[in-house]
């Protein structure tokens, strides 16, 4: 039998580059993404670069997308441990001028794509019964309504019902969970962190990439070897949290005066 790896689409970016960067130092990757120079970048920061994998597929098609998998698995001779689907797209669309391929898109990146992968992981005759956990990255879009997200909720949702019943299909060699992180500081949740508003819901900040990585690699270890079917939130309170509006006055006004007080500081320090 080939060496074993930890599958993580969307590598190329936010989580799914933090979560590879957490994993590198322990784990043979297999990065996954549709930009081989992002992919490559990203493998020149990982710990002993040589050892990990780049897999180049646009995830926004899924046709084939299962042979083209198990085709790279069987010619490596290689088999896939632990599979993260980091992979996300998302967007605002409103429900009076919704458009198909912008559904159709959603879906195949935040959803089908990850039914295509787990099919051949899933196939002896090409996996090897090698798998061990599967890892999705959700989304508190499930748990809070947001105006013009529906679509992308919607995906999301299907992802965390997927868990549920793979958890129990799989069960007890494979391990099935889902994490739902809430805003979390990349390059497409910038505008958000501009707005005090929008910060006052979140008790504990916004989080870091980092945070969703430390979740990944315990839920993906044998530490959770006792876990599966459940839905992490990773959110910084967010999803627990219902302020009355003198609550998000104080608390409004509280992120303004220190975004104040860090552009006077930062004035001086030049």
Known sequence: MGETYTLITGASSGFGRSIA???????RLILTGRNAEKLEAVRKTLVTPKRHLLWVRDLSTVD??????????TGKDIRVEHFIHSAGFTGI?????????F????????????????RPLTQKKVNQGTLRSITFISSIATRVGASGYFVYAASKGAVNSMSLSLAVELAPAVRVNAILPGIIETQMTQEY??????????????????????????????????????????????????????????????????????????????
């Open 193 to 270: 962190f501009t707005n005090a508003d929008f910060m006052a819901f979140y008790p504990l900040g916004f989080g870091r990439p980092e945070d969703v990585a430390d979740a990944v690699e315990f839920l993906s270890s044998d530490r959770a070897r006792w876990i599966t079917g459940q839905e992490i939130v990773v959110d910084g309170g967010r999803s627990v949290f219902s302020p009355v509006p003198s609550e998000i006055s104080a608390k409004r006004a509280e992120l303004i005066s220190k975004a104040t007080d860090h552009g006077h500081r930062g004035q001086t320090r030049s």
């Open 21 to 27: 960067q957490k994993l590198a130092p322990s784990r």
């Open 103 to 118: 559904v159709i898109r959603v879906f195949n990146v935040n959803v089908f794509s990850a039914m295509e992968i787990i």
């Open 93 to 101: 669309q409103f429900a009076r001028a919704v458009e198909m391929a």
């Open 64 to 73: 084939r997308l299962g042979e083209e998998l198990a085709s790279f698995l």
